[in-house]
T-cell receptor
Framework: NAGVTQTPKFQVLKTGQSMTLQCAQD?????MYWYRQDPGMGLRLIYY???????DKGEVPNGYNVSRLNKREFSLRLESAAPSQTSVYFC?????????????FGPGTRLTVL | DAKTTQPPSMDCAEGRAANLPCNHS???????VYWYRQIHSQGPQYIIH???NNETNEMASLIITEDRKSSTLILPHATLRDTAVYYC????????????FGDGTTLTVKP
């Protein structure tokens, strides 16, 4: 059981370049999430997918798009990277059933936009 | 959406109990209180959660007040490896995508 995996671990982009961050989970969880964490700050939700086939905006969706490819995979795309998107990106998943919803996080992708 | 308030930082002596408070005065009846921690820049790690009864597991204890407006996470015998940022969030099935992490409490365990 690998849990939640993210690729790549590190990435440097130039302003205006695009890239896709990949996330996969092997826990058969219904829900998946993308967060960003700026230095010294807490996590802010970018997008989430409550179940396969659905996606919704979180607190800070501007500049990002997501795809819930299947139940296992949830990708985050930056179409035109900006320096303000320099951050650590965490993917998470949760079972999201009954009345509890424990999240499990991946190791993060450290993105620098120059 | 229920929000939480935590002190920005706390210190604790190694071997002593660490008591981390959290206020969540707007919590609704079907929302649980969750605690996570983040060591260095790793992904956050789940610690414990509860609805209204006190809970204990191998990592910590969670004490929730009777009115559910606040809670305390207790690490009974803190070690240096417990130095981390601790996040208190409220979350339920209906608002899975709407809970926020806030800035948490930075706990420093000192020798």
């Amino acid at each position: 059981n690998a849990g939640v995996t993210q690729t790549p671990k590190f990435q440097v982009l130039k302003t205006g370049q695009s890239m896709t961050l990949q996330c996969a989970q092997d826990m058969n969880h219904n829900s998946m999430y993308w967060y960003r964490q700026d230095p010294g700050m807490g996590l802010r939700l970018i997008y989430y997918s409550a179940s396969e086939g659905t996606t919704d905006k979180g607190e800070v969706p501007n500049g990002y798009n997501v795809s819930r490819l299947n139940k296992r995979e949830f990708s985050l795309r930056l179409e035109s990277a900006a320096p303000s998107q320099t951050s650590v990106y965490f993917c998470a998943s949760s079972e999201n059933r009954f009345f509890t919803d424990t999240q499990y996080f991946g190791p993060g992708t450290r993105l620098t936009v120059l | 959406d229920a929000k939480t308030t935590q002190p920005p930082s706390m210190d604790c002596a190694e071997g002593r109990a660490a008591n981390l408070p959290c206020n969540h005065s707007t919590i609704s009846g079907n929302e649980y209180v969750y605690w996570y921690r983040q060591i260095h820049s790793q992904g956050p790690q789940y610690i414990i959660h509860g609805l209204k009864n006190n809970e204990t597991n191998e990592m910590a204890s969670l004490i929730i007040t009777e009115d559910r407006k606040s809670s305390t996470l207790i690490l009974p015998h803190a070690t240096l490896r417990d130095t981390a940022v601790y996040y208190c969030i409220v979350r339920g099935y209906a608002n899975a995508g709407k809970s926020t992490f806030g800035d948490g409490t930075t706990l420093t365990v000192k020798p």
